[in-house]
């Protein structure tokens, strides 16, 4: 009997000893993992450092009542999230404009798509001339000095200095007023005439023929004979690109797209964009 007792008194004894030393690993476990979630962090808040070069891309937009220019930056580096930002600042005067990009905030909820860290910065009141322009990193860890020139035509960038920044161009030509452009995509090639024939009706409500300045305009390219360069695409359909000045009434624009949406719907789609921001269609869903 006694003999029983000690062995249950033995027992006892390794249950305890072993419910502590499980109690003394899971410590172990839980402080290991709050160290190494502090190493993968960055000051404390899940920021990271910018750690690519940062690309710049000059935008303007269309608007019936005012346009509005933009720089729409990103990463060369392309983070697990689409939702990645970069947190920055932007200071501007009537001399020059001054951007600091500081570091990438990782968001609480990540969209699973891949994707750079992202930051935007309008101007709406941007006049005409040169505006000094520093774009640099947190604590000028990296630093580009130059300027912005800002005419009736186009945007440009000049830089002196260039550091760990990128130019998607140097040059952004802005989409002359009363401008507009677009595309018809077909699906046979025996419907070129019908293509030809659209055209004309454009022609025949007032589109002129215009001389466009070669360059990048954002929502278009411009070749050096004047003409739209096509995107590439991967040979499903067939397209041909057109732009024209067109001063008169947007309603007999639309009467056009209609006529064509209601008569040739399932053979072709006409895509109609003006200076003003509006982006018609043909197409009859």
């Known amino acids: 009997m006694k003999t029983l007792k000690?062995?249950?008194?033995?027992?006892?004894?390794?249950?305890?000893?072993?419910?502590?030393?499980?109690?003394?690993?899971?410590?172990?476990?839980?402080?290991?993992?709050?160290?190494?979630?502090?190493?993968g962090s960055h000051n404390g808040n899940g920021n990271k450092p910018i750690e690519s070069d940062v690309i710049i891309k000059m935008w303007e937009t269309l608007d019936s009542v005012k346009r509005t220019f933009q720089f729409q930056c990103y990463t060369e580096k392309i983070y697990p999230c689409v939702n990645y930002s970069i947190k920055s600042s932007l200071h501007k005067d009537s001399d020059g404009i001054l951007i600091e990009f500081n570091e990438i905030h990782v968001p609480k909820i990540c969209l699973t798509a891949k994707g750079p860290a992202t930051a935007n910065f309008e101007f709406e009141a941007l006049s005409e001339g040169s505006y000094h322009l520093v774009i640099q990193g947190r604590r000028r860890f990296f630093r580009s000095i130059g300027k912005l020139i800002v005419n009736e035509d186009y945007y440009k960038i000049d830089f002196e200095k260039q550091n760990r920044l990128q130019l998607e161009y140097p040059r952004l030509n802005r989409v002359p007023e009363n401008t507009i452009w677009g595309r018809v995509i077909y699906y046979d090639s025996t419907n070129e005439p019908l293509v030809n024939s659209f055209i004309d009706s454009l022609k025949s409500i007032g589109a002129t023929s215009e001389t466009y300045i070669e360059g990048e305009y954002g929502y278009f390219q411009i070749d050096s004979d004047g003409n739209i360069i096509p995107p590439q695409n991967e040979g499903r359909?067939?397209?041909?690109?057109?732009?024209?000045?067109?001063?008169?009434?947007?309603?007999?624009?639309?009467?056009?797209?209609?006529?064509?949406?209601?008569?040739?719907?399932?053979?072709?789609?006409?895509e109609l964009n003006t200076d003003k921001g509006e982006r018609l269609t043909s197409r009859i869903d």
């Open 237 to 270: 359909y067939y397209e041909k690109h057109y732009i024209y000045n067109y001063k008169e009434n947007i309603s007999d624009l639309k009467e056009i797209l209609k006529h064509y949406g209601q008569q040739y719907n399932d053979l072709l789609r006409i």
């Open 6 to 39: 000690n062995i249950i008194l033995l027992l006892t004894n390794i249950m305890l000893w072993s419910m502590k030393k499980l109690k003394y690993m899971t410590v172990i476990v839980v402080v290991s993992l709050v160290v190494s979630c502090e190493k």
